[in-house]
């Protein structure tokens, strides 16, 4: 099976050393590309979802957020896009603090980021094309630069054979790669997907997982929310494990990984 978790027991398990010295490190203009600085999320109904949540993103990384159900995972992504504020604490992302953000400066921001979901979220009367072409449209995007853009990013995900059909003419793997290709038509610096895998079988999962280590493998920072630790941790990927709203893990493969 080709598409087996690579290097899942072998190799020597990385140093925090190894870590901060990593290329990818060194590649950026020292902006992490996300961090969250004592960032506490309290609901209106006083549900703490984070508590004290400490993290760097460095651009180029790839992470694995992984938890139980109720961790606090999409609360963390929805304060990373500025859909929720933090209510202590900073969410900074490319250097912006989202909470100072002007409310006209958000739009531009969510812009730097592909994001997908479980449930795919595509206009069922479109085409895969015209799902895609649509994120581009509603930006006011030249006609002549959207067939481009579209055509590239549907060869990225492997769909453009498809490029003519419907979600139900699709696979639930076809429709979450359609997502995708949604999301990333922007070139997004940073891509978030919050349970993608949730509702497809174990192989196509995997095949969803190659995709974003190949949009990684483009120099996009991806982070990707899972509730599967084992697949994840097998990767030897960074995996930041939430429990409670708290960060109990941050790890390469089973190596103590950042964050003091
Ligand atoms: N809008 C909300 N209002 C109140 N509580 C919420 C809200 N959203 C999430 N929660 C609660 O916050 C906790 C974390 O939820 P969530 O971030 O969705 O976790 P996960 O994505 O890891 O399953 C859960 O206890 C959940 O019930
Ligand atoms: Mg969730």
């Not at 504020?85 to 100072?100: C, M, P, Q, S, Y």
């Not at 895609?132 to 853009?149: D, Q, Y």
């Amino acid at each position: 099976m080709s598409s087996a978790p690579p290097g899942s027991t072998t190799g020597t398990p990385r140093r925090p050393e190894a870590a901060r010295s990593r290329p990818t490190d060194l590649a950026t203009d020292g902006l992490p590309t996300l961090a969250l600085r004592g960032v506490t999320k309290t609901y209106p109904n006083g549900k703490a979802a984070l508590r004290e949540v400490n993290l760097t993103v460095p651009e180029g990384d790839f992470v694995f957020l992984v938890g139980p159900s109720g961790a606090g995972k999409s609360t963390l992504i929805r304060l990373a896009i500025r859909e929720e504020l933090a209510t202590k604490g900073k969410v900074i992302l490319e250097g912006r603090d989202l909470a100072r953000l002007k409310r006209r400066e958000i739009p531009r921001i969510r812009r730097r980021i592909g994001i997908v979901f479980q449930d795919f979220k595509l206009l069922p009367n479109k085409s895969v094309r015209d799902n895609v072409a649509f994120a581009l449209e509603v930006t006011g995007t030249p006609r002549s630069r959207i067939g481009p853009a579209v055509d590239r990013v549907l060869r990225v995900v492997g769909l453009s054979a498809q490029a003519g059909q419907r979600p139900g003419e699709l696979s639930g793997g076809e429709q979450q790669r359609t997502a995708i290709a949604r999301a990333l038509v922007h070139d997004p610096r940073l891509f978030i997907a919050d349970e993608p895998t949730g509702n497809l079988d174990p192989q196509i999962s995997w095949e969803i997982i190659q995709l974003l280590l190949r949009i990684n493998e483009m120099g996009v920072t991806v982070l990707m929310a899972t509730h599967n630790a084992e697949v994840v941790t097998a990767l030897r990927k960074r995996v930041i494990g939430l429990e409670d709203g708290r960060v109990v893990r941050d790890e390469i493969g089973a190596a103590y990984h950042r964050e003091d």
